[in-house]
């Protein structure tokens, strides 16, 4: 009887765990902002890269976050670098291809994505780089990746179940397990449209 207990309890704490990673919402509003609103010390990182393309600056508010994002062009890829308030930096991202995926890694997401939808098409793509700012920064000059950088895939999927159509955002660790799956939500107006 003891042994059917603990077996009960593992069950239910594997459940309430998994609910607790696949059940997760993500919102995020983007609002343009002039370069003199953006810390000094974000400003100083993207100065140091040399771009020669102009970089467009974005207040970004999620449900309980803020954060402040660069989003330019370089070397024929999107690019978005996220800094927290204060200038701090965050993470890096490289808009990629799906196509551009290796085979194997590419063979894994899709399961996981047949696994959660009855029709999937994926949206977006990108490679995320995390780490200190001077190893993202060397990452972003001359694409040097030290071994001290945590790359992840962030992955948006459009997912069709029985009922509904989804939008979810997948982060996938480097072995292609998923570290998160989240749903995007779009908050409602707050004032009556005529």
Request: with cysteine; hydrophobic share 35%; proline share 2%.
């Amino acid at each position: 009887m003891f042994r059917k207990i603990i077996i009960f309890m593992i069950f239910l704490m594997f459940g309430l765990c998994s609910n607790y990673l696949f059940a997760q919402q993500k919102y995020e509003k983007e609002s343009r902002i002039k370069p003199k609103d953006v810390p000094s010390k974000a400003m100083n990182f993207i100065d140091s890269i040399n771009l020669k393309n102009r970089v467009k600056w974005y207040l970004e508010e999620g449900l309980e976050t803020k954060s402040i994002e660069a989003k330019f062009k370089y070397n024929s890829k999107k690019y978005s670098v996220e800094f927290d308030t204060l200038g701090n930096i965050e993470d890096a991202e490289i808009e990629i291809k799906w196509d551009e995926m290796q085979t194997p890694f590419k063979d894994s997401i899709s399961s996981q994505l047949k696994k959660d939808c009855l029709k999937q098409k994926i949206v977006k793509v990108q490679i995320q780089y995390s780490g200190t700012s001077s190893e993202i920064l060397s990452k972003l000059r001359e694409n040097k990746t030290s071994g001290n950088l945590t790359i992840k895939y962030e992955v948006v999927v459009r997912c069709k179940s029985k009922d509904t159509v989804v939008l979810f955002e997948y982060l996938f660790n480097k072995k292609a397990q998923v570290l998160s799956r989240s749903e995007i939500i779009f908050k409602n107006s707050s004032h009556l449209e005529y």
